[in-house]
Nanobody, 115 residues
C-alpha cells in the first residue's frame, strides 16, 4: 500500500520560513512528478510547485522566488522550502506524486502564517 506522509507544517509569523517534507512509502514504480498543492478555506486546491524526475521545476507565480521544491529520487522524498511567508500562504498543503498511470495524495499538513 502506497502512503504519502507530510510533515513540517505549523504556525509561523509573516516573513518566517517553514520546510515541508513528504515521505513516500510502499511499492511504487516510475514516479514521474512530485508536487505540492495547497487549499485555503473557501478556495480551490491549487498547484504550488512541482518537480519532475529529471529535476525540472515549476511554481505558481505567487511563490516564485520564495519557495523551492526539491526531491530525492532514491529515497522517494520531496521537500518544499518556504521562505518569506505571507498570510496568504495560509492553507493546508498536500503532497502529490504521479506515475504514468497512477496518482497518490497525502493527508495534508496545515500551514498558518500570522500577520
Amino acid at each position: 500500500q502506497v502512503r504519502l506522509v507530510e510533515s513540517g507544517g505549523g504556525l509561523v509569523q509573516a516573513g518566517g520560513s517553514l520546510r515541508l517534507s513528504c515521505a513516500v512509502s510502499g511499492r511504487i514504480f516510475g514516479i514521474n512528478v512530485m508536487e505540492w498543492y495547497r487549499q485555503a478555506p473557501g478556495k480551490q486546491r491549487e498547484l504550488v510547485a512541482g518537480i519532475t524526475s529529471g529535476g525540472t521545476t515549476n511554481y505558481v507565480d505567487s511563490v516564485k522566488g520564495r519557495f523551492t521544491i526539491s526531491r530525492d529520487n532514491a529515497e522517494n522524498m520531496v521537500w518544499l522550502q518556504m521562505n518569506s511567508l505571507k498570510s496568504e500562504d495560509t492553507a493546508i498543503y498536500y503532497c502529490h506524486v504521479g506515475t504514468w498511470s497512477l496518482s497518490y495524495w497525502g493527508q495534508g499538513t496545515q500551514v498558518t502564517v500570522s500577520s
